[in-house]
Every structure is written in C-alpha cells, then in structure tokens.
C-alpha cells in the first residue's frame, strides 16, 4: 500500500507522511476489502501516537490520520491495530486489520467534525475505496463492526453517501451529517 500519499494527493488533500511509514505495519494487507473508520476518542491526538500505539496496544493504530484542519498524515503501509475483534458481512469474524485500511479522525466524538475535516475524511475513503475497487457499501464504522464501540460519530450511512457521490468525481456534499 506503499500509493496511500499518492492517491490521497491525487484526490486534492494536503498530505503528510509520518517517516517509515512505508514500512511501518504487522505484515502486508494483499486483498484489501474496504475502510474501517474511527475516531481518536481526542481533539489533539498527535499522529505520533496513531504510529506508535501505547503501552497496552502497539501501533500503528490506523493507516490515514485526518486531522481538525482537513489535512491527511499517511502513518502506515501495513496492517495496523485498528479494528480489533468484530464481525461484518463478507469479512472474516476477528480479521478485519488483515483486509481494510484504518482512517482515524481527530475528534473526541463529542462535536460535530470541521466542515474541512469531514470533507476530507470524505476524499480519503473515496481515495482509497477507489484504488482498491470497491464501492462506497466498503466503507465501515468501528461501531459496525464492534458493536461495543461508538466511532465515528457520524451517520454512516450519509458518510458512505457522501463517499459514493464522490467516486465519479462529483463533488455534491450534504451538510446533514453534523459539521459545523
């Protein structure tokens, strides 16, 4: 997945690539199915700490950190720690790191996301759905894979919407998903 940075650029965003994130990951993803989406759980969450993990759970944490301001930090190229035990239809149960790229927004999930930021988090898994060609229906909230878990917090189903009118190369948003 060493085109991450490209095809985000190539979708117009202002890219930032954490150093070694090329090789930063636990094995490689060889039949990428979608994107799991989350939240940091933070407003500040430094792309550093989506790289390295923490004490109880080694990074990477995700692939694509999207921040406050709409830019993107590309973190990895390999599996990454992400969405942890779960199930989903036409993914293996527990196995979801093995086969989705992890894009965590920069929120504590309590307020509504930047405009900038949700546009953003809109053009990274249209990005990224498009080169690995699949539709907008493979982007996933953490919260449907893991029941238990609450992020994003936003309407997947306007997300995926949104996601899809994207794909062609429209550019049609709706504000009905929370920005302010």
């Given at each position: 997945m060493g085109w991450l940075a490209?095809?985000?650029?190539?979708?117009?965003?202002?890219?930032?690539?954490i150093d070694g994130w090329r090789q930063r990951g636990h094995g490689y993803i060889d039949d990428a199915w979608g994107v799991v989406c989350h939240h940091t759980g933070g407003d500040t969450v430094a792309a550093d700490l989506v790289a390295?993990?923490?004490?109880?759970?080694?990074?990477?944490?995700?692939?694509?950190?999207?921040?406050?301001?709409?830019?993107?930090?590309?973190?990895?190229?390999?599996?990454?720690?992400?969405?942890?035990?779960?199930?989903?239809?036409?993914?293996?149960?527990?196995?979801?790191?093995?086969?989705?790229?992890?894009i965590h927004a920069v929120s504590a999930g309590k307020k509504p996301y930047p405009l900038e930021q949700y546009l953003a988090y809109v053009q990274c898994c249209a990005a990224v759905v498009a080169k690995i060609g699949q539709p907008a229906s493979?982007?996933?909230?953490?919260?449907?894979?893991?029941?238990?878990?609450?992020?994003?917090?936003?309407?997947?189903?306007?997300?995926?919407?949104?996601?899809?009118?994207?794909?062609?190369?429209?550019?049609?948003?709706?504000?009905?998903?929370?920005c302010r």
């Open positions: 490209n095809v985000l650029r190539a979708e117009g965003l202002t890219v930032t690539e390295d993990g923490t004490a109880d759970l080694p990074g990477p944490l995700s692939h694509i950190l999207v921040g406050r301001d709409g830019s993107a930090t590309v973190v990895a190229a390999g599996i990454a720690h992400h969405a942890g035990h779960g199930s989903y239809p036409d993914l293996p149960a527990n196995r979801a790191n093995a086969h989705t790229i992890g493979h982007v996933i909230g953490h919260k449907e894979w893991d029941l238990t878990k609450h992020d994003p917090s936003l309407s997947m189903d306007q997300l995926r919407a949104d996601i899809a009118d994207r794909i062609p190369g429209r550019t049609r948003y709706s504000r009905r998903h929370g």
